[in-house]
């Protein structure tokens, strides 16, 4: 066989060895959403209950959410992040807003294990009188969220992180910790190879929380990365934690290297 032949036969291999994979990537995905709920797998992360903490975990999807889940988002979302998102926000807000509801938006949703309201009118009076949470639903109050999806990034299946907000009540005490643990877990069981999240500059708090006590690192794809003179402006940086060679290659190559 001629070397014009053998390079054609090699390509055509690499060829069907490269489809062969994403193939399996998209099959991936496609299995992670026919789950209808990810914390069944893991019955030991539906509780967290510690330093003072006492919260159930429950799933639910954007185009589920009832209207009282829709407004403890958008409350909680403008809380924490109008301040990072300075100028931006009001653009940004709108944004999240559409990204709520979307068919392949997955939540975790902590509820507070505390004396159930009988109805919303209750709700109401007891947010009124205290400082216990921005919960106007019925229900024990809801005291934090993550909002996750399965996508492809830079041709790997990751687990995507669009949010993880705590009110400020249960901040501090292992929540968000516990929150990303579990994220980490359901991308494992679910085929994923990288956990990637997007945090604004601004946010330090989150930034250290991210990279110091969760060891993520800035990914090779943000920004800052890519081209720190041109993106020297860019108000966000992509964070990543790689679970497979070849996505470290793709996500943290720039970084070791």
Not at 13 to 38: C, M, P, T, V, W
Not at 68 to 90: C, D
Not at 171 to 195: S, T, V
Request: with cysteine.
């Amino acid at each position: 066989m001629d070397k014009r032949k053998l390079n054609a036969k090699e390509k055509r291999l690499k060829r069907k060895e490269e489809l062969s994979r994403q193939k399996a990537f998209d099959n991936a995905i496609r299995r992670a959403y026919l789950k209808e709920d990810h914390l069944v797998d893991f019955p030991a992360f539906t509780k967290f209950d510690r330093n003072g903490i006492s919260v159930s975990l429950e799933s639910n999807r954007g185009p589920s959410l009832s209207s009282s889940l829709k407004q403890y988002v958008q409350n909680l979302l403008k809380v924490n992040m109008e301040g990072p998102y300075g100028a931006e926000w009001h653009e940004e807000e709108k944004v999240k807003e559409r990204e709520m509801v979307v068919e392949n938006a997955l939540y975790i949703f902590a509820r507070a294990n505390v004396l159930d309201h009988h109805s919303e009118d209750e709700a109401r009076n007891d947010r009124e009188n205290s400082s216990v949470s921005l919960w106007m639903g019925a229900g024990a109050p809801i005291v934090a969220f993550a909002q996750y999806r399965f996508v492809m990034e830079e041709e790997v299946p990751v687990l995507y992180v669009y949010e993880i907000q705590l009110e400020k009540i249960v901040q501090g005490k292992g929540l968000g910790k516990f929150l990303m643990q579990l994220l980490e877990l359901i991308a494992r069981k679910n085929n994923m190879m990288a956990i990637v999240l997007t945090i604004q500059k601004r946010n330090v708090a989150a930034m250290r929380f991210y990279t110091n006590k969760l060891s993520y690192k800035i990914s090779s794809i943000s920004p800052s990365r890519v081209n720190p003179l041109e993106y020297a402006d860019c108000t966000y940086e992509i964070l990543c934690k790689t679970f497979d060679s070849q996505a470290k290659l793709v996500f943290e190559d720039a970084i070791d290297g």
